[in-house]
């Protein structure tokens, strides 16, 4: 089983994975002295690396330069504590890191650490001697963190200086805004006072003998982190923690907290929890002292958070003891830990209304798996219970809102993929032994129209989702600009020591390793690594400007894509339809207004920081006004919220977090914005409008640069429009239709129908151009149809027009396609060439006259070309005895060497049994490019010759009856 590690947002560090434990432990004993734990930590990470990661790096001085800067960029980013000549003293390891780690050295983490440990002590004195004076906030100063180490004593003192006044400054503000009475003086020395408290116990914290395996953490991950950004070296507690994190469950006693300026309260009590149970702990409550795994009391103030949460946590039927005070009385409760579900952090959904459409919308936080647990938390099933449950409500349409999902399980994308998109390959995965692919067994359990929302920060597993929908054509994705751009997979090792327990000796943890063991792949072949997915309706991100990408990461793994699949178009939906709801957005305008916004803000905040309190004032209150006009902008307003019909199915719809969670939603504009899409879609399936009529929006973009009036064009949009609803096909299908009543019938019947539909059209089309040669309309339908004509008809085709539309700046394209269609003319002769066959024998298509002739130019990554295989066989097998052949000339330029093209182009004819000639595009030493001399632009395109090797007809795509009609007379 395959998990896709999660994305957890922090500066410079994006690692966070779901856990799978497995392989070989390096025992070690259980009193390892520290410099040997990490001496074992180092070898075994560095030996997963060279036997399991996909992309081994190799150890040089270039490598050693990046993790020697990485390390202290972790360690030290504000270039607050370190000195030149610290870094000086420390440089010569810079170029020789390589080769410590391959000799399994730590001199390097030893020394830089002493000397850190030594400018924390010196610091927490000049911090103490700082602030143990009061701040002056009316001279005229700012501050920004150094991008340079200081050169001296003297000069580090001053950045701390203005530092620490900022912190004291930031405090003052929150004082002085509460309107207490206080004079200035006071609420001055509160202040410092109050920031003298966090820096004494950020000092105690980060000098404690525990804090080196932090630092040293910092050190595995420098190094990690250049041979690929998801690689990870995880501590003991952040190992367990991410098991806790991807079940969706864990041992504690069912409170959640808020932290404030340091402090830990309890802000929510969990049904079913102790805490809840006994009436120990209330909302509110001050957590002041958590019992440690020593047995003594310890302050949690300025702790991490994930610290504070590991101490309340703990093994099952266990007690903790915690230091509480309410209403200024202290007192310690005892709690046992008992199981918990995470139900904040399960899928959840509801039941919106948009005029007569009912919209379901499923948010899904990230895509969990309990693995030791069959009965336990898994995102697939719990989708699909929530669909299950919309469906039985009257649900019409429906919205999995992925924004913000960091990843997780493989297996539950593919199987959730498969509920939506049916059987077939829903994703690829390569590893070092090759390549998978990942299948979806399952039927699908709704098949109306559907939307998925992504933002930049929807990473990995939310991204293979996202696009098999799209790949499969199957919804339409939302958001932008990108997702994450992650498409790489891990697994976790285990670092530490194997127990027994029948001699009652416990495995003992040196922590985990997450290593990048594959790159996974779209059903298509292309891959979301540094590319992620992009919207087909891009609506701005507020966050887009502050987020980091993949592509933003120089050690990010390389796209390289692999062939393509076979799978089945959904088609729920037209190219057109999408382009058409990309200019008719209802929140159109308040998305520029959002984008526009949030690049001002993120300018802002890097911006230096003003240390006078007038001028800090004003600053403050500017972003805040922007933060704010922001927040309005990103609700919809009061009298056009989405009308709820229904909660979620879950016992939670009651809890706090599901109903802030369902008031932001049907607030939300970018909600708000897929629910009218999805209302207008519906509302297009059932009159047939979209997918076979002309709209004018569409018309009016193509004719953009003419300046061209609606008024010059509407009479024959409503006349075409009127042709493709009474032609006798679409009419048939119309009337199926009308009996239908639900959206999953009709897109069945749409599908099942889709290409004789679709060639009817085309005919109308091309009826309908002959009939107005001085229609607008009729350029737009010849500019837009060009692949259902043959080269000759298509170039008779715009001579029929007009010469004032001819003229026309929207006419060029038309001419640059009859231009590249001139070689292809019927009663052409086809441009000779030779090149060898799949069997090593050399082929001259010149040698070939005296039969009937059919150019196949396809792709082993193109799924359309290999839908057609099937018929093409029927043909071949048909006619090859009458003096007929097929010629197929494949395109693998996507490959990078011959080799690697020979491979995937010799695959795919084994795999689809083709039997007749093959030769590739691309050969070493070609004296001519075959795709430029036939004018080749779009996969498939067929050319027939006849016995004299003259161009009979060229045709694009999988509709030619014409290629089937014309053997059948001749043949």
Not at 167 to 179: A, G, Q
Not at 528 to 542: A, C, E, H, N, Y
């Amino acid at each position: 089983m395959i998990r896709i590690p999660k994305t957890r947002w922090r500066i410079k560090a994006i690692l966070l994975s779901s856990l799978l434990i497995g392989g070989t432990i390096v025992e070690a004993t259980e009193n390892l002295p520290r410099v040997e734990r990490q001496k074992l930590i180092l070898k075994t990470t560095m030996y997963y690396i060279a036997q399991k990661h996909v992309y081994p790096m190799e150890l040089n001085d270039e490598f050693s330069s990046k993790v020697w800067d990485k390390y202290f960029s972790y360690l030290d980013i504000n270039h607050k504590i370190f000195l030149q000549e610290d870094i000086r003293q420390l440089r010569l390891y810079k170029s020789r890191l390589d080769e410590d780690i391959q000799a399994n050295s730590i001199e390097f983490f030893e020394k830089s650490n002493t000397i850190y440990l030594q400018r924390l002590k010196e610091l927490r004195t000049i911090c103490n001697e700082i602030l143990a004076k009061p701040f002056v906030f009316t001279v005229n100063e700012s501050f920004r963190d150094g991008n340079e180490y200081a050169g001296s004593l003297k000069e580090q003192r001053e950045r701390w200086r203005k530092s620490l006044k900022l912190s004291v400054l930031r405090k003052f503000n929150l004082i002085k805004d509460k309107n207490n009475g206080k004079k200035d003086r006071e609420i001055e020395k509160e202040s410092r006072a109050a920031v003298k408290r966090w820096m004494d116990a950020f000092f105690d914290r980060m000098t404690k003998p525990e804090a080196e395996d932090i630092n040293f953490s910092y050190f595995m991950n420098a190094i990690l982190f250049e041979v690929d950004p998801h690689t990870i070296y995880n501590l003991p507690k952040e190992t367990k923690q991410k098991q806790e994190n991807i079940a969706k469950r864990y041992f504690g006693i069912g409170i959640s907290m808020k932290e404030d300026e340091g402090e830990y309260f309890v802000d929510g009590v969990q049904p079913g929890g102790e805490a809840n149970n006994t009436g120990l702990i209330h909302v509110g409550d001050q957590i002041l002292q958590i019992e440690n795994e020593k047995g003594e009391m310890q302050d949690v103030f300025s702790l991490p958070a994930e610290d504070v949460i590991d101490m309340i946590r703990g093994a099952s039927g266990t007690v903790v003891r915690l230091r509480i005070k309410r209403n200024s009385i202290q007192e310690i409760v005892s709690l046992k830990r008992t199981e918990l579900k995470n139900e904040s952090q399960l899928a959840r959904s509801a039941l919106f209304k948009k005029g007569k459409e009912k919209i379901g919308i499923v948010y899904l936080p990230d895509f969990y798996d309990d693995v030791a647990n069959p009965n336990g938390a898994h995102a697939s099933l719990d989708v699909m219970k929530h669909i299950q449950s919309l469906k039985k409500q009257g649900m019409t349409s429906l919205i999995i809102d992925l924004r913000n999902n960091p990843g997780g399980s493989l297996n539950e994308v593919v199987r959730l993929a498969g509920a939506l998109t049916g059987k077939g390959p829903k994703a690829q995965i390569r590893g070092r032994a090759g390549v998978q692919v990942m299948q979806a067994d399952l039927e699908q359990i709704y098949k109306g129209p559907l939307a998925v929302m992504i933002n930049e920060r929807s990473a990995s597993a939310s991204e293979i989702f996202a696009a098999a929908i799209q790949d499969y054509q199957r919804g339409v994705i939302i958001g932008g600009p990108t997702s994450y751009g992650k498409g790489s997979a891990q697994d976790v090792w285990p670092i530490g020591k194997m127990g027994d327990e029948s001699k009652n000796i416990p495995a003992v943890s040196l922590g985990s390793l997450t290593l990048t063991s594959f790159m996974f792949y779209r059903a298509t072949g292309q891959t979301t690594q540094k590319t992620g997915v992009k919207p087909d309706i891009l609506l701005p991100s507020p966050s887009a400007y502050v987020s980091e990408l993949e592509k933003d990461y120089n050690s990010a793994l390389p796209n390289v894509p692999i062939p393509t699949t076979n799978f089945q178009l959904s088609n729920s939906f037209a190219k057109d339809q999408i382009e058409a709801w990309a200019k008719q957005l209802r929140y159109g305008y308040t998305f520029k207004q959002i984008d526009s916004l949030a690049k001002l803000i993120a300018k802002a905040d890097k911006e230096p920081i003003a240390l006078n309190f007038k001028a800090y004032q004003q600053q403050e209150e500017k972003k805040k006004e922007r933060k704010a006009y922001l927040k309005t902008l990103l609700k919809v307003p009061q009298d056009e919220q989405i009308d709820v019909v229904s909660e979620s199915d879950r016992s939670a719809a009651g809890e706090k977090w599901y109903i802030d969670w369902l008031e932001n939603a049907k607030n939300d504009v970018y909600v708000a914005e897929a629910c009218a899409l999805l209302s207008n879609w519906s509302a297009e399936n059932d009159a047939l409008q979209t997918t076979y009529a002309l709209e004018v929006a569409t018309l009016r973009h193509f004719f953009e640069r003419d300046n061209v009036r609606d008024e010059c064009y509407l009479d024959d949009i409503n006349e075409l429009n009127v042709n493709l609803n009474t032609n006798a096909d679409i009419y048939r299908l119309k009337k199926q239709l009308t009996r239908m009543k639900d959206s999953v019938d009709v897109m069945e019947i749409i599908n099942k129908e889709g290409t004789n539909i679709t060639r009817s059209i085309q005919l109308s089309k091309q009826d309908f151009v002959r009939q107005h040669p001085n229609s607008y309309v009729s350029l737009y339908l010849l500019a837009e149809e060009f692949n259902a004509y043959t080269a000759e008809g298509y170039s008779l085709a715009f001579e029929s027009l007009s010469p004032a539309l001819k003229a026309l700046n929207a006419a060029e394209s038309i001419k640059k396609e009859i231009s590249r269609l001139k070689v292809t003319t019927t009663g052409a002769e086809a441009i000779d060439f030779q090149r060898t066959d799949q069997n090593g024998n050399l082929v001259k298509l010149s040698n070939l006259r005296g039969k009937y002739v059919l150019l196949d130019f396809w792709g082993s990554w193109c799924v359309v070309c290999r839908q057609a295989h099937p018929h093409m066989k029927e043909l071949y097998h048909q006619y090859k005895d009458k003096g007929f052949e097929i010629l197929a000339i494949a395109d693998e330029s996507h490959s990078k060497t011959m080799q690697d093209r020979e491979k995937v182009w010799k695959e795919a004819i084994r795999k689809d049994d083709i039997p007749w000639i093959h030769v590739l595009a691309e050969e070493r030493n070609q004296k001519i490019n075959v795709l430029q001399a036939y004018g080749i632009t779009a996969f498939p395109t067929k050319i027939l010759l006849d016995r004299e090797g003259k161009v009979v007809m060229r045709t694009i795509g999988n509709l030619n009856n014409e290629i089937d009609e014309y053997l059948r007379k001749h043949l």
